[in-house]
């Protein structure tokens, strides 16, 4: 999880002021033209931020079911299924925008703006799988004690703020709760935070002998 945040944040501090989703497709195509080099390399954070998170899902459902005494139960099941989910999708958004910067000399403004509202609607949705894993593995933390109870209930305002943040982009048409906009990132953020706090809590709270995987 600690790898997930902190892979996550060097993508984002490359390119940390994208284009609004207000901007018109030659404003879109020049800033991808320009800024190619960054645009790669923000993705290929975001990749190895993808692998890690699905690892850190993993650990985490693992130490969720051991805490329950290995008793059948949906939430870690769902816990692993979101954090797939979270990096699948996201993973949609950010081929979109690496396959503008690669053909940004070629590529015409409209093809170039379609593309990037649609990785820019793949990353809003992301938001639903992604307040899912918190949710869940929240709801998992409270109940099972694994974590501190605060972890859980911090998890639970942060899920809800991801989907204030989707239904605030999809239903008001906000360009804030658009992907560089100021409330889409207060809560991706927020989502940050709550993945390296567990990370930490879960790397202290699990033995070594029975930890499973953490990254």
């Given at each position: 999880?600690?790898?997930?945040?902190?892979?996550s944040?060097?993508?984002f501090?490359?390119v940390?002021?994208p284009?609004?989703?207000?901007?018109g497709s030659?404003?879109v195509?020049?800033?991808f033209a320009?800024?190619?080099?960054d645009?790669m390399?923000?993705?290929?954070?975001f990749?190895?931020?993808a692998?890690?998170?699905l690892w850190f899902?993993?650990?985490?459902?693992v130490?969720l079911?051991r805490?329950e005494?290995d008793?059948?139960d949906r939430?870690p099941?769902?816990?692993?299924?979101?954090a797939a989910?979270s990096?699948?999708?996201f993973?949609?958004g950010?081929?979109a925008?690496?396959s503008?910067?690669?053909?940004?000399?070629?590529?015409d403004q409209g093809?170039?703006?379609g593309?990037?509202?649609?990785?820019?609607?793949?990353?809003v949705m992301?938001d639903?799988?992604?307040a899912?894993?918190v949710l869940a593995?929240?709801l998992?933390?409270?109940?099972?004690?694994l974590?501190?109870?605060?972890?859980?209930?911090?998890?639970?305002?942060?899920?809800?703020?991801?989907?204030?943040?989707a239904?605030?982009?999809l239903?008001?048409d906000?360009?804030?709760?658009?992907?560089?906009?100021t409330a889409n990132t207060?809560?991706?953020?927020?989502?940050?935070?709550?993945v390296?706090?567990t990370?930490?809590f879960?790397?202290?709270?699990?033995?070594?002998g029975?930890?499973a995987p953490?990254s």
């Open positions: 999880g600690i790898a997930f945040v902190v892979c944040a060097i993508a501090l490359i940390p002021d284009p609004s989703a207000e901007e030659e404003f195509l020049n800033f320009t800024n190619d080099s645009v390399w923000q993705a290929f954070f990749g190895l931020g692998v890690f998170l899902g993993g650990a985490l459902a130490a079911r805490a005494g008793i059948p939430v099941p769902i816990v692993a299924a979101a989910a990096a699948g999708l993973l949609v950010v081929t925008a690496a503008i910067a690669s053909a940004s000399e070629v590529m093809v170039a703006y593309l990037y509202q649609f990785g820019s609607f793949a990353f992301t639903f799988p992604a899912t894993f593995a929240s998992g933390i409270v109940r099972s004690g974590l501190p109870s605060s972890v859980g209930w911090v998890g639970g305002i942060v899920g809800l703020l991801l989907l204030v943040n239904g605030g982009r239903l008001a906000n360009a804030d709760f658009a992907p560089g906009g207060i809560a991706f953020t927020l989502f940050l935070f709550w390296f706090v990370s930490v879960l790397i202290q709270r699990v033995p070594m029975r930890r953490e």
